[in-house]
């Protein structure tokens, strides 16, 4: 039972102010003070007597933990998950956008409100507003998961929309084109195509992580260029999965594993290292380069856009969206179809004939 009490306050018009008295769930007396009349005490005794009776109060130190704290918490959790590269971004958007502001303050002290006036007043590009803005909302949702918040001030905040880029892709005849100008790394461009693995879960890969009896092969880790190094961790979604290596790739991967020993790289440079995004001067450049000479309307390509190919070779063949969000690796199906909603288009014409002509005359008489 709560206690309301009267207590003299020098700054008060009336010289006097209320506070409550109570014993939270938890069996520990606090005080709240603060209050102008009895009534906004009593109003507020009773609101923490229904959270607490309904299992939504939170202790009010709680509710003191700085945002500055959640981070370097959900850090130490979450930093072993994400790629170096992954990592490093997120780091940025804390230091550059998310601490400045909001550091400081407690979790509980923060409204909606000031939420949405920071977004609205980034001066930034979407994508980069979307980033800081979604480290922001995971470190209020992990507040809330740990009950130190009961609801996140990031809910309903609205963002710029992104301009969406429109992905490059290659068809059939010029993925075998730019494998054919390719020299050194054919095998890679092959497995890339036609996979759709991401260049730095490719450049991981020993010969150990190829099944080619099975046709598998085993996404377990990703090399990034960070400052200048290489360093492998663990995939950008976290998880490890096992992809289709589709037949025509075996005979490439083969002559890739050839004489290799099952520790060793799959792919490597000339000084037997991790192979690295291709540069501006570099192999990859000049396949496409002889490419284009070839046949004019081929595309200025990179490496990420044989993604793309992947993806649409896996649709043609006839691969649903959780198939096609296995093997690319997205984190959720819904993610395959934000990127890739235009390859299941046609799939609406199936519709059109899923019908036997003779059932279309039957609903045609019914109408009638």
Not at 64 to 69: K, L, V
Not at 215 to 228: E, N, P
Request: with cysteine.
């Amino acid at each position: 039972m709560a206690s309301i009490q009267k207590y003299p306050a020098k700054k008060a018009k009336k010289g006097y102010m209320w506070r409550v008295q109570y014993a939270g769930p938890d069996g520990v007396g606090r005080t709240k003070q603060g209050f102008r009349t009895k009534d906004e005490a009593q109003a507020w005794a009773d609101s923490n007597a229904v959270s607490a009776r309904t299992g939504e109060w939170i202790r009010p130190e709680d509710q003191r933990t700085t945002i500055a704290e959640v981070w370097l918490r959900w850090k130490i959790a979450r930093e072993k998950q994400l790629t170096v590269s992954s990592w490093r971004s997120m780091e940025a958007a804390w230091r550059n956008h998310v601490e400045p502001v909001w550091g400081h303050r407690t979790v509980g002290s923060v409204h909606p409100a000031e939420v949405q006036d920071w977004v609205d007043q980034l001066n930034l590009s979407a994508s980069t507003i979307h980033r800081a803005f979604n480290l922001l909302r995971n470190l209020f949702d992990d507040a809330v998961r740990l009950r130190q918040l009961r609801t996140s001030p990031c809910a309903g905040v609205q963002l710029p929309s992104r301009q969406q880029s429109k992905d490059t892709t290659l068809n059939q005849e010029q993925v075998s084109l730019l494998i054919k100008q390719t020299n050194r790394y054919k095998s890679l461009v092959a497995f890339l195509a036609y996979t759709g693995v991401r260049w730095g879960e490719a450049a991981a890969l020993t010969v150990a992580d190829v099944d080619l009896q099975k046709q598998r092969a085993a996404i377990t880790k990703s090399a990034s260029t960070v400052g200048g190094k290489v360093i492998v961790g663990g995939t950008k979604t976290g998880t490890a999965r096992s992809v289709a290596i589709p037949t025509p790739v075996i005979p490439h991967l083969k002559e890739a594993m050839k004489d290799k020993r099952p520790t060793a790289l799959l792919w490597t440079n000339r000084n037997g290292r991790h192979v690295t995004t291709p540069s501006r001067r570099s192999w990859w450049h000049s396949a496409v380069d002889a490419c284009k000479e070839i046949d004019g309307s081929f595309p200025d390509v990179t490496p990420h856009d044989l993604r793309h190919a992947a993806a649409s070779v896996l649709h043609s063949a006839g691969a649903n969206v959780l198939v096609i969000q296995r093997q690319l690796g997205h984190s959720s199906a819904k993610m395959t179809l934000d990127k890739y909603s235009h390859l299941f288009d046609s799939d609406l014409d199936a519709i059109v004939d899923a019908f036997p002509q003779d059932r279309g005359k039957v609903v045609e008489s019914e109408v009638n």
